[in-house]
T-cell receptor, first 114, second 110 residues
Framework: DGGITQSPKYLFRKEGQNVTLSCEQN?????MYWYRQDPGQGLRLIYY???????QKGDIAEGYSVSREKKESFPLTVTSAQKNPTAFYLC?????????????FGPGTRLTVL | RKEVEQDPGPFNVPEGATVAFNCTYS??????FFWYRQDCRKEPKLLMS?????NEDGRFTAQLNRASQYISLLIRDSKLSDSATYLC???????????WGAGTKLIIKP
């Protein structure tokens, strides 16, 4: 089955620790995205990538980093510089990132900072 | 003013009823519009794209009103399984970003 996988589903982190969230897709999509969702708010874009070895900051990139070494993979690192990292993190992909492109989402990772 | 605004609800609706909700957007250059559905603690899933002429998919009808800058979603003959949060999404052609509304929560009651 084609799709997007994210792991882990739940993640607990101590303050001051970096943590990396995994996102893998086998849809052969060029574009991949990371969003953050907080209660009562819309999804906010953290980073996106339209091609391997290239990515752009979204609206809330501070305290986050990404890499895109392979087309299938787009891991997100939440660094200790992110002041309020507890949230629901969603990875998405789309065919090429165009204006009519549909984004497909992974099941998400819930990160809690203790 | 938020770029995309939705009434958070919840809309409590009896099963079988018709329900409609709107979403307003601030950027008049917006070109693409979508409705996504999100179940509790799950990922969003595309419900339907919204075309200029309006479009229908079974019990769901989406409309776009460019003059007043809003899109609407109408659900007829509502089912218990329609209970979810409905997210309005807008994209301007000038970039690749989607702008997401915070969602409207719908609860269908038996």
């Amino acid at each position: 089955d084609g799709g997007i996988t994210q792991s882990p589903k739940y993640l607990f982190r101590k303050e001051g620790q970096n943590v990396t969230l995994s996102c893998e897709q086998n849809l052969n999509h060029d574009a991949m995205y990371w969003y953050r969702q907080d209660p009562g708010q819309g999804l906010r874009l953290i980073y996106y990538s339209q091609i391997v070895n290239d990515f752009q900051k979204g609206d809330i990139a501070e305290g986050y980093s990404v890499s895109r070494e392979k087309k299938e993979s787009f891991p997100l690192t939440v660094t200790s510089a992110q002041k309020n990292p507890t949230a629901f993190y969603l990875c998405a992909s789309s065919i090429w990132g165009g204006s009519t492109d549909t984004q497909y989402f992974g099941p998400g990772t819930r990160l809690t900072v203790l | 003013r938020k770029e995309v605004e939705q009434d958070p609800g919840p809309f409590n609706v009896p099963e079988g009823a018709t329900v409609a909700f709107n979403c307003t957007y601030s950027n008049s250059a917006s070109q693409s519009f979508f409705w996504y559905r999100q179940d509790c603690r799950k990922e969003p899933k595309l419900l339907m794209s919204v075309y200029s002429s309006g479009n229908e998919d079974g019990r769901f009808t989406a409309q776009l009103n460019r003059a007043s800058q809003y899109i609407s979603l109408l659900i007829r003959d509502s089912k218990l399984s329609d209970s979810a949060t409905y997210l309005c999404v807008v994209k301007a052609d000038s970039n690749y970003q989607l702008i997401w509304g915070a969602g409207t929560k719908l609860i269908i009651k038996p």
